[in-house]
């Protein structure tokens, strides 16, 4: 049985970090690539991150990169997201999500939520002084 289990969302203040937690089970985790996704109130979802399970390659929307980290354990089935240097425009529901690695690959939809098969019921991170 397909299962997420997301955690480490809270409530932090600006300049502040927090590190997610994604495990999943149910699938063959190295035929996968895991996104991090986000959706803040009134706007679309967008991608974060995704880390290829199988050999580890990361890839960052622009203007994410050097704050956000992503990586994984593949024993544990869990994949992170590191948020540093956080900013009231990162509250939102973070998503993690799973779609096949060959077909993120095409045409790199890596960030293409279409793309994704299995999705977390989200993690509310909240950026306020």
Request: aromatic share 12%; glycine share 12%.
């Amino acid at each position: 049985q397909l299962q997420f289990v997301e955690s480490g969302g809270g409530l932090v203040q600006p300049g502040g970090s927090l590190r997610l937690s994604c495990v999943v089970s149910g699938i063959t985790l190295d035929r996968y690539g895991i996104g991090w996704f986000r959706q803040a109130p009134g706007k679309e979802r967008e991608g974060v991150s995704c880390i290829t399970m199988s050999d580890g390659r990361t890839y960052y929307q622009d203007s994410l990169k050097g704050r956000f980290t992503t990586s994984r354990d593949n024993a544990k089935n869990t994949v992170y997201l590191e948020m540093n240097s956080l900013k009231p425009e990162d509250t939102a529901v973070y998503y993690c999500a799973a779609g096949l690695t060959r077909f993120l690959s095409l045409g790199s939809r890596w960030f293409d939520v279409e793309t994704y098969d299995y999705w977390g019921q989200g993690t509310q991170v909240t950026v306020s002084s």
